[in-house]
């Protein structure tokens, strides 16, 4: 075991060279293919033997542990020189300081602060496995994906960019690294490392055009990670100082205890302060929504695979600790208060991608509220959102970059009768969307454990922030999937490559299976994961309802086939919708006031004056900051 | 009989019987209003004449897939009512409710038509105003019965009124909205006479429109089951009394419908939200505090 993980962290990490030395692009392709193949084969043979080996959790090191110490040491201080020439030469130089004073603080205890005793480095355990195979599958399958897109991405549409595709391709599998190097350790200092390797390489990705917004959002996305990064670095400090220990599952041991010391919340507050950042949460939501001017495979990355990934993990592995207690307090309040305020932003934009962005942060809210309330049920749907999130997600970023490679646009309105134009793009749309909000598939299963568990937990202000959410998620989604059934009447040609398709299809094979499927996901994945963390395991949903459900996709997918055959004969006589009677021969147009055929638009509602972003975003940001500042004064003030 | 029995017995009256119950209460509905209105009224049987006329007419359609739509929303709402009637879970009747009304939206927003287009968008935010409300609901009745299953919640003492006062006058609220009386009938009104040009169903002739107001009788003898699961309790007198209290919340309704001027979405989107936050989320705030 210890071998594997080795060579599943260190791989991706070494097979990052070959795009980005290999200049042709067909043999680049090739390549990309082939060690994605690999990437995703090795994560899930890993998993698999973990949990065919008996699914206990396990404590090992690496062969040459001392080896790789001493890599990370020197990683850390590379990272730094990095952002420190990057900043500069940006002229951002500021912000290079947060990025010194971290590495400083966190080197500086290595070496110089008290001995701390030798722990095993890495943990494998079922929430392991499954962020694994995350990455592993979903990861690799936009990376497969980003090759094909990049291409149309540079040869059809944007010829004026430096064609820097070998420098994408290698950050993806940075990034693969970084991200199974984070969810395997248990070192502090080693997530450390991860977690900054993946604030960088996000950022890299983010200004990859190198355009004037590309380059501000990228040291936006950048100042804010950091931010997360020194909250790491001071838990670390604290840990090694006072509490004599390096090892995150000490730390949280340690707060978990009957007699915890009082400041034993101090390095979970800090650590979920962190995650907070790279969850994208408020008051850090700007970096995420600020990351989709980066091309759509480095937005399917880093919302549904990974980085924001990496910040709920985080905040999953301390639920336990943060049951009850002023550090959950701060975590639920803002992940409940980013859900509501994420998707009434979401209401007001048209921008295809920005939709997706504020509904990643949304249900990212969402999650992070179930891992802040720290219950054994909110844990179990906080997995499940995880997991459903990040297949439709991904799925949802790949389709509308598909789309806008094809038709130019990514603006919902702009995606008028999509049904008619290409059936295919509107049926992977459909389904992503539908998987979003849609009973009986797999998000609303989880929002209705959610909403449940805050019932069980008696938290009034949680319910309304789920409830009043769930309505206005409704909203955004329903507009856009009313907008994609229609008529248009322009036809185009689909310059969709075969590995997008690929890459799409499987994700929605996926998700229609893990619909399916989802009793059993319960049952051999999710419920070993919360008995693993409460010790007892017991079903959230019971098993009748959860029959109920499976029948009602079931349902779902049979009922509008059945209706289908049902009237195919009905015997319709076609007419023309109505039009006040000045209808100009079709449904898109009508006769104008001097009787000139004009085109008839219909367009959604956005309703700027009550939802938009001017009129909410400050507030948001204002209101979520009080909550963090007042929260961290209560529980660092209260440990003195 | 066995309990499993009468669950099924009961599901199987809703589907044969709901459409009746409901076309009677629509046409007392029409007669107590024309007598509001000084007017004789028609009979109360004009619903089914209505029905059987819109079955009789020339299918006409501006998109040919509009039909499996409509049909759709039907079995979906249906399917609603039966799991409501054969005591499954609350949450769950309210999550297929809104998924069966999607397919509402997508038939109608489907034919690219300036009206239905515009009635759709209506729809759409009469949903977000009244969606809280309704998962408050259960939410509510889960506070106060320990359960969502509403075979366990009619097995209760006492009433849940008695606990969920706030709730239920937020949900008598919302209802004025689902049964599209005005002043919230933004997105259609509830009248089947008036067929041309009417919102989110403008685009629905003949048939398509009959079964969508079939459908429609069938959401509200659901949305009134809900209504009477606040009174009902294990003593079965009471059902003499819910249906009494069904009753009179209908004719509430009738009552709001005649006294009041249709108004702005804003405002509904106001007065709606606020209501869930003060009456229900007040009453839900004292039973999180008392009730731990």
């Not at chain 1, 850390?76 to 400083?104: A, C, N, R, V």
């Not at chain 1, 966190?106 to 110089?112: D, K, P, R, T, W």
């Not at chain 1, 695979?305 to 550090?327: C, D, E, F, I, P």
């Not at chain 2, 006479?193 to 659901?222: C, D």
């Amino acid at each position: 075991m210890d071998k594997l993980v080795t060579i599943l962290i260190c791989l991706p990490f070494v097979m990052a060279v070959l795009p980005a030395i290999i200049k042709n692009s067909k043999a680049r392709a090739a390549v990309v293919y082939l060690c994605g193949a690999i990437v995703m084969a090795l994560s899930v043979f890993t998993a698999v033997k973990w949990a065919m080996a008996g699914g206990k959790a396990m404590d090992f090191n690496l062969p040459y542990t001392e080896v790789f110490d001493k890599i990370i040491l020197v990683g850390d201080f590379l990272l730094m020189f990095l952002i420190i020439y990057l900043s500069f030469k940006w002229k951002k130089g500021i912000i290079s300081f947060l990025s010194i004073i971290q590495t400083l603080l966190v080197a500086g205890i290595e070496l110089f602060g008290p001995e701390v005793e030798e722990k095993a480095v890495i943990h494998m355990d079922w929430l392991t496995f499954i962020m694994i195979l995350i990455i592993g599958i979903i990861g690799v399958a936009i990376g497969i994906y980003a090759v094909g897109y990049m291409h149309g991405y540079h040869i059809h549409h944007h010829k004026e960019l430096t064609d820097r595709r070998s420098f994408f391709l290698a950050m993806i599998f940075v990034f693969y690294g970084a991200m199974f190097g984070l969810v395997l350790s248990q070192s502090l200092i080693w997530l450390y490392f991860f977690w900054e390797i993946t604030s960088v390489t996000s950022f890299l990705l983010i200004g990859y055009t190198r355009s004037e917004e590309a380059i501000n959002n990228s040291f936006k996305a950048l100042w804010m990670n950091l931010l997360g990064g020194l909250g790491i670095a001071v838990a670390i400090a604290y840990a090694i100082t006072v509490q004599g220990t390096a090892n995150l599952y000490d730390v949280i041991s340690l707060a978990g205890a009957h007699n915890a010391a009082r400041g034993a919340l101090i390095p979970i507050a800090m650590l979920a302060f962190a995650a907070l950042t790279k969850s994208a949460q408020f008051p850090f939501s700007g970096w995420l929504l600020g990351a989709m001017v980066a091309p759509t495979p480095s937005s399917a990355l880093l919302h549904s695979a990974t980085m924001v990934k990496a910040g709920v993990y985080l905040l999953l592995r301390l639920a336990v600790v943060m049951n009850n207690n002023y550090v959950g307090q701060m975590v639920y309040l803002v992940g409940g208060f980013t859900f509501l305020a994420a998707s009434c932003l979401a209401i007001t934009v048209s921008d295809g991608k920005k939709v997706l962005a504020y509904s990643t942060i949304s249900n990212l809210g969402l999650i992070v509220a179930c891992a802040g309330a720290g219950y054994q049920e909110t844990v179990w749907a906080a997995v499940f959102l995880i997991i459903f999130h990040a297949v439709s997600k991904s799925m949802l970023f790949q389709c509308v970059g598909a789309i806008e490679n094809t038709t130019g646009s990514r603006d919902i309105e702009d995606m008028q009768g999509l049904i008619m134009r290409f059936p295919k793009l509107a049926f992977i749309l459909m389904i992503g969307i539908a998987g979003m909000f849609l009973a009986p598939f797999g998000m609303l299963v989880s929002k209705w454990a959610a909403l449940k568990a805050f019932v069980d937990a008696r938290s009034a202000l949680m319910i309304l922030f789920v409830v009043f959410g769930s309505a206005t998620t409704m909203f955004y989604w329903t507009k856009w999937f009313a907008k994609i059934l229609g008529v248009n009447p322009n036809k185009s040609r689909d310059l969709t490559k075969p590995n997008e398709y690929i890459s799409m299809f499987f994700h929605a094979i996926l998700l229609v299976a893990l619909c399916v499927c989802f009793p059993l996901v319960s049952k051999y994945v999710v419920l070993p994961l919360t008995g693993e963390m409460y010790g007892n395991a017991s079903a959230v949903i019971s098993q009748g309802n959860i029959i109920v459900m499976v029948i009602m996709i079931v349902a779902l997918l049979v009922i509008p086939t059945f209706c289908y055959l049902l009237t195919r004969n009905a015997g319709v006589k076609e007419v023309m919708a109505y039009m006040g009677g000045d209808n100009a021969g079709d449904n898109v147009r009508f006769l104008d006031s001097v009787g000139e055929p004009k085109e008839l638009q219909v367009s959604n509602w956005y309703m700027e004056d009550v939802f938009g972003e001017k009129k909410l975003f400050t507030p948001s940001v204002i209101i979520s900051t009080l909550i963090i500042l007042v929260l961290l004064c209560t529980i660092v003030g209260g440990a003195f | 009989m066995t309990d499993l029995q009468i669950r099924i017995l009961v599901a199987v009256c809703y589907v044969v019987l709901a459409p009746f119950i409901a076309g009677l209460l629509d046409g007392f509905d029409r007669k107590i209003s024309a007598r509001m209105q000084g007017r004789k009224g028609p009979s109360i049987f004009q619903p089914f004449y209505d029905i059987k006329k819109l079955f009789g007419k020339q299918f006409l359609s501006a998109y040919r897939l509009q039909l499996v739509l409509v049909l759709t929303y039907m079995i979906l709402v249906v399917m609603t009512g039966v799991l409501f009637y054969a005591g499954l879970d609350l949450l769950l009747c309210f999550f297929s409710l809104s998924t069966a009304v999607m397919f509402l939206i997508l038939a109608s927003s489907a034919t690219h038509s300036p009206f239905s287009s515009q009635g759709t968008h209506r729809e759409m935010m009469q949903m977000m105003a009244y969606e809280p409300m309704v998962l408050l609901t259960a939410v509510g009745f889960y506070l106060a019965c320990d359960t969502f299953s509403v075979n366990e919640i009619i097995k209760s003492d006492i009433p849940a009124i008695c606990y969920l006062p706030g709730f239920f006058v937020g949900f008598v609220f919302i209802l004025t909205i689902k049964f599209r009386k005005s002043p919230f009938d933004l997105s259609t009104s509830h009248h089947a006479h008036q067929e041309v040009v009417k919102g989110v169903t403008t685009e629905m002739v003949g048939k398509e429109y009959a079964m969508t107001t079939i459908t429609e009788w069938y959401e509200v003898v659901f949305l009134l089951g809900v209504v009477g699961l606040f009174f009902i309790t294990s003593n079965p007198w009471s059902i003499l009394w819910t249906v009494a209290a069904i009753l009179a919340v209908y004719f509430l309704e009738i009552l709001i419908d005649n006294v009041s001027a249709r108004v702005k979405w804003q405002l509904m989107l106001k007065l709606a939200w606020s209501v869930t936050i003060i009456a229900g989320g007040l009453n839900l705030f004292i039973l999180t505090l008392i009730n731990r």
